[in-house]
């Protein structure tokens, strides 16, 4: 059992917080100091690294190369603007029979997929 971290309840507070998929530990580092908090950048690391193998939050990649995380739970694709990064997510996947249709023509076993769409969101278009 891990000892109790005001980091990572602070992490894990502010990834509830909202409906947002683009969490970067440089965000969530802001956001605690934000708060009136202190945490060094190491620690809001560590608390990352310890709520994505409980499971609680996983990774998103975005095309960007960058690592964001989210809150885990179901499968779901993003949509991210090409003008100022803004994500949101879609509320259903929509490649469910396009893994079977990649299964059957490659031999694989897919075990998962990154979809994201780009465009511009309403306030930038």
Same mark, same amino acid.
């Given at each position: 059992? =891990?000892?109790?971290?005001?980091?990572?309840?602070?992490?894990?507070?502010?990834?509830?917080?909202?409906?947002?998929?683009?969490?970067?530990?440089?965000?969530?580092?802001?956001?605690?100091? !934000?708060?009136?908090?202190? =945490?060094?950048?190491?620690? @809001? +690391?560590?608390?990352?690294?310890?709520?994505?193998?409980?499971?609680?939050?996983?990774? @998103?990649?975005?095309?960007?190369?960058?690592?964001?995380?989210?809150? !885990?739970?179901?499968?779901?694709?993003?949509?991210?603007?090409?003008?100022?990064? !803004?994500?949101?997510?879609?509320?259903?996947?929509?490649?469910?029979? =396009?893994? =079977?249709?990649?299964?059957?023509?490659?031999? +694989?076993?897919?075990?998962?997929?990154?979809?994201? +769409?780009?465009?511009?969101?309403?306030?930038?278009?």
């Amino acid at each position: 059992m =891990a000892r109790p971290s005001h980091v990572r309840n602070s992490v894990r507070e502010l990834i509830e917080s909202g409906d947002r998929h683009d969490w970067s530990i440089e965000d969530l580092h802001a956001g605690i100091l !934000a708060s009136g908090l202190t =945490a060094d950048y190491s620690s @809001v +690391f560590r608390a990352v690294t310890w709520l994505e193998r409980q499971g609680v939050i996983g990774q @998103v990649a975005l095309g960007d190369s960058r690592i964001r995380y989210e809150l !885990a739970g179901h499968h779901h694709d993003h949509v991210r603007c090409d003008a100022c990064g !803004a994500v949101s997510s879609l509320p259903d996947c929509l490649l469910p029979r =396009a893994e =079977a249709r990649v299964e059957k023509g490659t031999g +694989f076993s897919v075990t998962g997929h990154h979809l994201v +769409f780009s465009g511009l969101c309403p306030a930038c278009r």
